[in-house]
């Protein structure tokens, strides 16, 4: 669900971050990311039949659901892609700050687009929200706008938008350890949180759903969880190194209480999940270099181990069978396993397209489905051509919104992160020393969707400044 960024920048525990070098700038190209793009694509396809199946192919889901569960697929394939993309767009500008910036304005505006047309059709009586039983709008409104709305006990708007609540979780987490300089060790954390999932499981540690919400009130839990992420993003995000770690430790500690407590999903599957994001960044470390491949294997194979044991300790759900579940983690991790292997060859258009509206096509696919459901209803044997119909419909209509949301949402991102981000003078402090590793003929990464900075009056790329202060 979120889009690839070339080449981070090396991790730095120094108080300065340098440029990369230029054969790293030059390693780069569409094509190397082309594997990712493919994955996302195929990861939002399988998500889309799995949910329209309901509507136009009730019989032969029934039939598969037992044995594989597509939607667990694609968001598995989706958290492993998460977890290789986003610590390195962290570490890459080396900016709490422009991070934030660069999340919300990535994941932010489709969101509200996509809320508000949910409001107009339901206002029009063309789709039916779900009910939200005695909690009120406001509760629901702030829950949502946090984003973690599925660990706070909150109905979700749409039923897609539970794995953005881990998502944001996972965002609190990485900033957390950058802060403290522990990011480099994503796969002691994967393997940390898949034994946890382990032994709770094993132990029988299976709390309620919402159990948190249960204790305290959900409303309470919303107002309190709600401004210590503000907190803690403003905190992260300030130039005091001391504010930094606290926002930083804050918001880490939030994600850390919720997902265990808090969630709809079983405690382990919620471990799981973020055990899942980081053993994908464990994979991006190894892969440049920052950590050895059989230190990432080992991650991946501890990790799989505990997930698998603990989904067949846990048994059947209520929302999936044990062997469903099982064989659609093991086929998506063997999934992103060939993406990795298959990374320096050409990969098909049609996937790598759809890759690139993937996020698009994740938000839209369940408006488009309620909308057809409100109006034409659901059919109750099975209809090929209407699933494919659904999927011609849904595509253009997504190329439309990323064209018209996305593209020019992170473009503005893009424009405020760049002055939010403090620039020392040329030559930096004294504490760097070191000249600038830049040139000026090479493009300077910046993002998947423009990468090459240039200034308003050239189609050169503007030069990075040689150091740049981490904020």
Known sequence: MEPPHLVPASPTHSSSVTAPSPKAIHAAGPSRWGWLDALRGI?????????SSYTFMAEFRRELMPEFNAGRYGIMVFFLVSGYIIPASLERRGCVRTFWIGRVFRVYPLWAAVVAVLLAVDF?????????????????????????????????????????SYEMAFYLLVVALFTVRLHRRPGTVAVSLAVLAAVS???????????????????????FASITMVVAVCCASAGSPVLRVFGGMLGGVLALVLV???????LWEGLVILAVM??????????????????????????VACAV?????????????????????????????????????????????SGAISY???????????V????????????????????????????????????????????????????????????????????????????????VCTSPSTSRPTAPSPVRTPC
């Open 372 to 451: 057809v459901d409100g109006t034409v209803g659901r059919r109750r044997q099975d209809h090929l051509a209407f699933e494919a119909a659904f999927f011609a419909v849904l595509l253009p209509l997504c190329v439309l919104t990323h064209r018209c949301v996305e593209v020019p949402s992170q473009a503005w991102g893009r424009r405020l992160a760049r002055r939010m981000r403090p620039v020392p003078p040329v030559g930096g402090n004294s504490a760097a020393g070191a000249s600038p590793a830049w040139d000026p003929s090479v493009p300077w990464p910046d993002d998947a969707s423009n990468p």
């Open 278 to 303: 980081f053993l994908g960044t464990a994979v991006h470390r190894a892969e440049n270099g920052r950590s050895t491949w059989r230190r990432a294997a080992g991650t991946a194979a501890l990790v």
């Open 43 to 51: 990861a939002a396809l399988v998500v889309v039949f799995d949910h």
């Open 201 to 223: 499981v094993t132990a029988g540690v299976v709390p309620p759903v919402s159990a948190l919400s249960g204790t305290v009130g959900t409303g309470p839990l919303v107002a």
């Open 124 to 164: 029009l009586g063309l789709a039916e929200m779900r009910d939200f039983g005695r909690l009120g709008a406001a509760t629901v409104a702030v829950a949502h706008l946090t984003m973690l709305q599925e660990v706070l006990g909150t109905p979700n708007l749409l039923l897609v938008l539970w794995t953005l």
């Open 260 to 266: 265990p407590s808090n969630g709809t999903v079983p």
């Open 309 to 353: 044991g603990s989904a067949y300790r846990y048994g059947d759900g209520d929302h999936c069978t044990r062997r469903g579940w099982i064989v659609a983690f093991l086929l998506a991790v063997l999934t992103f396993g060939a993406g990795l292997l298959s990374r320096r060859r050409r990969m098909p258009r049609m996937l790598t397209g």
């Open 360 to 370: 698009s096509v994740y938000l839209v696919h369940p408006l488009l489905l309620a």
